[in-house]
């Protein structure tokens, strides 16, 4: 079991670029979690999808921020329109229903 | 403002103390507690988790919960350096749904 993927490792990009961020959950687990980390505002949801579908978004900045789960293999984050308060360590957990979350190694966006 | 507090933000303890963290929630509307440990460059692995009022424990670890005031702490005896991480607290009204998490408290156990 490789634990949940997320590719990159770091991102760098400028002020204004798109940046898309990848999660490959753990094989079997139906409930896919994006949260974002900071020193200043710590570890914040995001938005998490259940058997594919997105089930709650409350945590997304609307007008930057997307996210998609095309297959149960993987989820995308996307970022438009970069900013400097976007560079964060983005992570994605992924559970079976009712269970632990198991959280990857993460992605550091850095926009300059 | 954080809907999950907890305290003390850093702690030190010698080793083979006892480290005794807090956290709270002001959302009322929730009903699991989770504890994290944070090694730092890494991500967070989930610790212990508690529903039940009352104690859990595993090992050194010891989590207690007061649902009346939405109240969960975290203790580990006979510290080791090795535990020195970054805790986080983290509470959501069910097991399956997503959790909010509070800033975190940084433990350093000095040998």
């Known amino acids: 079991n490789a634990g949940v993927i997320q590719t990159p490792r770091h991102k760098v990009t400028g002020k204004g670029q798109e940046a898309t961020l990848w999660c490959e959950p753990i094989s079997g687990h139906s409930a896919v979690f994006w949260y974002r980390q900071t020193i200043v505002q710590g570890l914040e949801f995001l938005t998490y999808?259940?058997?594919?579908?997105?089930?709650?978004d409350s945590g997304m900045p609307k007008e930057r921020f997307s996210a998609q789960m095309p297959n149960q293999s993987h989820s995308t984050l996307k970022i438009q329109s970069t900013q400097p308060q976007d560079s964060a360590v983005y992570l994605c957990a992924s559970s079976r229903q009712g269970y632990e979350q198991y959280f990857g190694p993460g992605t550091r966006l850095t926009v300059l | 403002q954080q809907k999950v507090q907890q305290s003390p933000e850093s702690l030190i303890v010698p080793e083979g103390g006892m480290a005794s963290l807090n956290c709270t929630s002001s959302?009322?509307?929730?009903?699991y507690f989770w504890w994290y440990r944070q090694h730092s460059g890494k991500s967070p692995k989930m610790l212990m988790?508690?529903?039940?009022?009352g104690e859990k424990e595993e090992g050194r670890f010891t989590v207690h919960l007061n649902k009346a005031s939405l109240h969960t702490s975290l203790h580990i005896r006979d510290s080791q350096p090795s535990d020195s991480a970054l805790y986080l607290c983290?509470?959501?009204?069910?097991?399956?749904?997503?959790?909010?998490f509070g800033t975190g408290t940084k433990l350093q156990v000095v040998p």
């Open positions: 983290a509470a959501s009204p069910n097991s399956g749904t997503y959790q909010r």
């Open positions: 999808f259940r058997n594919q579908a997105p089930i709650d």
């Open positions: 988790s508690i529903f039940s009022n």
């Open positions: 959302d009322r509307n929730v009903d």
